[in-house]
Nanobody, 116 residues
Framework: QVQLVESGGGLVQAGGSLRLSCVAS????????MAWYRQAPDNQRNLVAA???????RYGDSVQGRFSISRDKAFKTVYLQMNNLKPEDTAVYYC??????????WGNGTLVTVSS
């Protein structure tokens, strides 16, 4: 059973930085895709960043140039470096990993709050 655990969320002032981490356990398989999503109160869950294939990355338009996604060499941890944070970045951030066409897992989320 795969378990994903996020960490690194917290309270930060606008313009500050945070780094989120997500660690996978319970499998020896390598994920085919790793991603971060976020969900603000009473809103839909949106893609923030993803890393797939041979390291190709993609980002949501609202975070392009400010956030960066990376992974460790063992493909067990995915990171989200968040710079120049804005109040509209406030949300619960969720980690997702896909291992094949039939297996996709989510973490329970970590709260990021950006004050103005």
């Amino acid at each position: 059973q795969v378990q994903l655990v996020e960490s690194g969320g917290g309270l930060v002032q606008a313009g500050g930085s945070l780094r989120l981490s997500c660690v996978a356990s319970g499998t020896a398989l390598v994920p085919t895709a790793m991603a971060w999503y976020r969900q603000a109160p009473d809103n839909q869950r949106n893609l923030v960043a993803a890393i797939v294939g041979g390291g190709v990355t993609r980002y949501g338009d609202s975070v392009q140039g400010r956030f960066s996604i990376s992974r460790d060499k063992a493909f067990k941890t995915v990171y989200l470096q968040m710079n120049n944070l804005k109040p509209e970045d406030t949300a619960v951030y969720y980690c997702k990993m896909r291992y094949n066409y039939a297996q996709e897992y989510w973490g329970n989320g970590t709260l990021v709050t950006v004050s103005s």
